[in-house]
Each structure stands twice: as C-alpha cells, then as structure tokens.
C-alpha cells in the first residue's frame, strides 16, 4: 500500500518522438489516480504496465490541449475494453461540453458513466475525500483557469504490537480494529491497557502536489507546506524570466524557491520547453537554490516517501 | 515528382505500443495529403521525418476516434509551429462542430483559416481538383457515415525529344509547353512537325484509393476500377465474417475479391484487429484470391507506380 507516481509525460505544447505531453499516474492507497492526459496518453499507460481498469479518477489541470487532448480516446478506448465502472473527471468548466460533444459526433457510446466534477472555483477545495484520502485543488495562475492537486494519504491505523496483545487472552480479533484506531482496552477487571502498550506508530502518511501550469506563485506556499514530493512545472531557464512571464510559467529557479520556502521533501521538474537538449541545465539551475530536486524519469514508477 | 505513400498507423480501435490508428501520408506531383488521423499521427509524422508544414488537406473518412481523434493536437501543433497557410479538412457533417468546440473550450487560437468541406453526399464526388491532381469519395457501407478516397494523377506533359527538336533553329524554347502538351509544329515553310516525333510519351499517371471503413462492397467496383494501388480494410480473417458484417467491415478474403474484381494493381491490407498478432495470416488469405497482396509496412515510403 506505497504510494508510487508514474510520470507518463512532462514536456510541454507538442508532442516529439521521444517525449509525451503531461500525463501522470498516481497509485496511493490502492486507488489510481490519472492527472492530466495529453495525447498519446493511453500509449503511455500500456508503457508504463499501468493497469487502465483500475483508473476511477481524472483530474485534468486546464483544457490546454496538450494537457487534454488524450481523454477521448483514452475513454473510447475504456469502452472498447468493456468498462462498466463509473469514471469521475475533474476539471475546469467546459470539459464537459466538449467531451460529450466529442462522444456525441464520433458516436462513442458509453457503457459507463462519466460523471463530471466541473471547477471553477479561485480558492482551494476539497474535491475528494475517501476513508483513506483527500484530494484539494490548488488554484494556480496560468493564461487559462487552471488547477494543481494535492493528493494526501489520511493519517493511518496503528500498527498492533502482537507480542503485547497475546499476553491478554480477553482480547478477542473482533476488537483489534479498536485498537489500530487508537482505542485503550478496559479489561474485564476494571485495567485499562493503555492503547500505546498494544501498538506501534503508524506508517507515516504521504502527500503529493503537482502543480502545472503555472506563473510563479508564492499564494499556494500554505496549500504545499510540507508535501513529501513537489511537481513543478519549469518550462524555461530563469534567462527567460520575461518569456515565462508572458506565457504564463514558472523558471527552474523560480520553482525550487516555491519548493525550499514550502519546505517540501523533494521537487521533481517537469513541462519543459521543447528548446532545452541538455535537461540537466534546469535541474542545475533549480539546485543551486534547491538540492533536492530532481528531472522526470517517464515511465519509472517513484515511491513517494515521508521525508 | 514521383507518388509516395507512407502508412503512419494501420492498427484499429486501440492504439498499442507497436501500432497507431489509422493515419497515412500521400506525397502526389508535390502535394502533400494526409489521409485519416487518428491518436498520436502527429508523433507518426515526425517519425516518418515527413514535413507537416506541407499538409494542407487533410481527408478524413469516419468521425471514429481511431480516424479522427489525433487532429486537435495535430493543428493545434501547426499554430504553435508557425503556420500561416491554409488548412482544407474534408470530413463527415460534424467534423466542423467538432473541431470548432475544441478550439474554443481549449482556446487554440489559430493564426490560419481551416476550411471545411463536410461531406455528406451518398453518391461518389470530386472534392479536390487543381492541374495534376484529383481527389473523389468512395461512399462506403460502415455503422458511421463514411467515405475512401481517391487520387488520380492527371495526364502528364508529354516528354521532349530534344535531339529531334534540336534539328529545328525555329523552334524557340518558349515553343516548348505547347509540344509538351501535344500540339503539332507549322514550321515557317508549312511543313507541319508531327508531335509524335518530337516527344516522347508522357509518364504514367499513377492512382491510388483509400477504403477504410467499410463491409465488404461492390458497389465501389467502378470507381477504383484499375488503380495502381488500393489500401483496403480488413479487420477479420474471413472465419469471422459475421462479426465483420455485424461491426461494418470487411474480412482480408472479401478484401481480396475486391482487388481482383476492381483490376487494381496492388492491395494493401490494413485495420487489422487487435486479435491477431500475426497478421501474415490476414495476407496468405487474402493472396489465396489476389497474389499481389502485401502488409502494410509502416512509415516506410511505398512508390505507387503504374501496373
């Protein structure tokens, strides 16, 4: 039950031979979560041995294309493989209009609902929230209305010390889930077995931000405190500051300043312009403020860790 | 100035890792088609080193994702590259709709016009006609409203004779164009130079037809009656006739009876299931009717030459 993120694509506008647009697969407590799916996306996943069928969730940044363009095929192609779970996508205003406007001419009939989580929001909000995880938009400032997400693991259940609990045969298995919730034991004579004797600490819970597209933003420092793994767009050189400005992105420098003042785990780069060969220019560039950053692996699936 | 065919993807419904949805790339007397486009042609164009700035028409034959779904990120890949000309997209009524919402929704601001030609038309029809070329449906009989293409090489200029010409002072080089296109000499003295022997016979003009969608049909007979080479889908070995007739296509045994039927110099076979992973299975049946049947062999340049 890790927490791993597949990076699918991260280079930004147009598609090369090499390098896929924005995609990402996060698997976190047994869910799958898909965030962003520029085209060629499903190629990716079956790249990546990703499991398709298990993806319940989408969360779509913006509808730029090249973070968009491979939702309807990625949802045809779930139809032909004979989905009969619903799909839940989120995203900003219009992203339904256009996809059932695209299912409707291509005749793409559904043997499943997509049910659509439509944002338009300018503040942070909760938009998933399950027994184990949560989900909140980070609002960003790019040329379009535009979201990050923040995926965080609820805090755990506590491990049973079993070498301790055996000692008390009253205890019975039916009572054990009170005890990994944290729960003291009254036995039949009146002791109470204090909770920390029976368990160990959890596992540290996890978190996850991405945060694509976006100008440099200092108002979503309070949303990513602390996140284990920080993914930052940088699409230029800080030498284009003025162009990054203009088009509505951030600097490698510009995003390891966002990751060491958010005192995060650890930065992975990423939505980089097609003029940058040599990647490790924007990862030496971000270093110098922030050593802990690191370029995009695509397809290699990265333990998110508590640091 | 010789015709090349260059098939990007051939694979139906689902794109894999091997093998990408229909889109092909006709080089004809210098102009540059792009026939289909489904999911990821855009990163098959690059692949096939084939220059995109030169499509400008683009023929769509189905609005099914696996013909159609690669053209949002494929013109919006042109503006972000600079594009001024033109864009022709032939196509299905609902193609103009389609495209125009994604443009909208996704803000892909175009710095060129798209001009669509929506199809609808039951019966064959010249859509494209300049000097050397000219390109006509081919209504097909599939679930979805869908045409093949054809393209035909005009006639061609006759070639000079020049040691025979060369005979004659009077005959100025701005003389040249009317022998090439066939006229007769009056030298000063009334002698009249035949044409034949001051040309040579012009190359052969070369066709070619697209037919994909489609259940086996012939009614298409008389329009590709004598091409040099037709693609011809074929998504079924014959034993699974019934499902070819109940999907709307065709099996490579019938596809194979068409190519006989039609004179056609060569078949192409393509649209294959994802069922089969060894496809010669697909061409020994069909050479059982039409010995000249070959596999698609993607992105490598086929010449289309006269039979």
Do not use: W
């Not at 205890?171 to 054990?176: E, K, L």
Request: glycine share 6%; net charge negative; with cysteine.
């Amino acid at each position: 039950m890790s927490t791993y993120l597949t990076i699918l694509g991260y280079n930004s506008a147009i598609p090369t031979i090499n390098s896929a647009p924005t995609a990402q697969f996060l698997e976190m407590e047994e869910r799958s979560f898909l965030i962003d799916c520029g085209e060629g996306t499903q190629v990716q996943l079956r790249k990546a041995k990703a499991r398709f069928s298990k993806i319940n969730h989408i969360f779509i940044s913006h509808l730029h294309g090249d973070h968009c363009f491979g939702l309807p095929g990625l949802i045809a192609s779930f139809r032909l493989l004979g989905r009969e779970t619903p799909l839940h996508v989120y995203g900003p205003v219009g992203i339904k209009e256009m996809l059932e406007t695209i299912f409707r001419i291509t005749e793409t009939h559904r043997g499943f609902e997509v049910i659509y989580h439509e944002l338009s929001s300018k503040q942070s909000e909760k938009i998933y929230d399950d027994k184990r995880v949560e989900v909140f938009t980070i609002p960003l400032d790019h040329r379009i209305y535009c979201n990050g997400y923040l995926f965080r693991e609820k805090p755990k259940e506590r491990h049973l010390n079993m070498a301790e609990i055996s000692k008390y045969e009253e205890i019975q298995t039916c009572g054990y889930q009170n005890i990994k919730n944290g729960k003291d034991i009254v036995l039949s004579d009146g002791y109470v077995l204090k909770n920390e004797k029976l368990t160990n600490a959890p596992s540290p819970s996890v978190s996850y931000a991405f945060c694509s597209d976006t100008r440099y933003n200092e108002s979503i420092l309070s949303l990513i405190d602390g996140v284990d793994v920080l993914y930052h767009e940088s699409t230029f050189l800080h030498e284009l500051k003025k162009m990054a400005e203009y088009t509505g992105h951030t600097t490698a420098l510009e995003a390891a300043h966002i990751a060491k003042m958010a005192n995060v785990g650890k930065l992975i780069l990423g939505h980089f312009s097609n003029r940058y060969n040599d990647l490790e220019l924007l990862r030496d560039e971000a270093r110098q403020i922030f050593p802990e950053t690191e370029l995009p692996n695509a397809l290699v699936p990265l333990k998110i860790e508590s640091h």
